[in-house]
T-cell receptor, first 117, second 114 residues
Framework: GAVVSQHPSWVICKSGTSVKIECRSLDFQATTMFWYRQFPKQSLMLMAT?????????EQGVEKDKFLINHASLTLSTLTVTSAHPEDSSFYICSATGTSGGTDEQFFGPGTRLTVL | AQSVTQLDSQVPVFEEAPVELRCNYSSSVSVYLFWYVQYPNQGLQLLLK??????LVKGINGFEAEFNKSQTSFHLRKPSVHISDTAEYFCAVSEVQGAQKLVFGQGTRLTINP
């Protein structure tokens, strides 16, 4: 199957700083990328959907000014957690699909563990 | 809106025994159904999916699932488990006429004991 990478795999930062997480599709063009967060021993919650070249669509309750998403190319989407606080500590997972609709499989990245001190 | 309920948060099973992980969903529209597996500190890997056609779906690693529309269920089964099947399993749905957004269940922790 297709490969999606995330960088970094883990990051520790101080409260108040910003952190950028990259999600790359390595062997296919990702027209749509999704960002999820997962708290310990809980399920994945969709944060936002991004299509290449357009603004991301955020789920209800997700602060768009805090979680900045940029899908600038067909192989790269970034999530920036601005002014991070301890409650933002979580496992962030991205997924990518090759079309903007239909039944195409979402391919998931390995995740990024963010710890905010 | 859709919702997914995984009825068991933890399932302990002995090696080589059969296992069933239960999943029920609720939706006012037609949905696709998925099972994913997550190993520790890793992303999700697709086990199998139901899009249409035969209600019995076979996936990777010997897993299969059966779609039951009347009971709105999509239970995952394996006739004989292995230690390496120890992982978290997630059931998910997405709207047929939608933007591919996945709604996940709470997850079931499958632990295989020797």
């Amino acid at each position: 199957g297709a490969v999606v990478s995330q960088h970094p795999s883990w990051v520790i930062c101080k409260s108040g700083t910003s952190v950028k997480i990259e999600c790359r599709s390595l062997d296919f063009q990702a027209t749509t990328m999704f960002w999820y967060r997962q708290f310990p021993k809980q399920s994945l919650m969709l944060m936002a959907t991004s299509n290449e070249g357009s603004k991301a669509t955020y789920e209800q309750g997700v602060e768009k000014d805090k979680f900045l998403i940029n899908h600038a190319s067909l192989t790269l989407s970034t999530l920036t957690v601005t002014s991070a606080h301890p409650e933002d500590s979580s496992f962030y997972i991205c997924s990518a699909t090759g079309t903007s609709g239909g039944t195409d499989e979402q391919f998931f990245g390995p995740g990024t563990r963010l710890t905010v001190l | 809106a859709q919702s997914v309920t995984q009825l068991d948060s933890q399932v302990p099973v002995f090696e080589e025994a059969p296992v069933e992980l239960r999943c029920n969903y609720s939706s006012s529209v037609s949905v696709y159904l998925f099972w994913y597996v997550q190993y520790p500190n890793q992303g999700l890997q697709l086990l199998l999916k139901y899009l249409s056609g035969s209600t019995l779906v076979k996936g990777i690693n010997g897993f299969e699932a059966e779609f039951n529309k009347s009971q709105t269920s999509f239970h995952l089964r394996k006739p004989s488990v292995h230690i390496s099947d120890t992982a978290e399993y997630f059931c998910a749905v997405s709207e047929v006429q939608g933007a591919q957004k996945l709604v996940f269940g709470q997850g079931t922790r499958l632990t295989i004991n020797p």
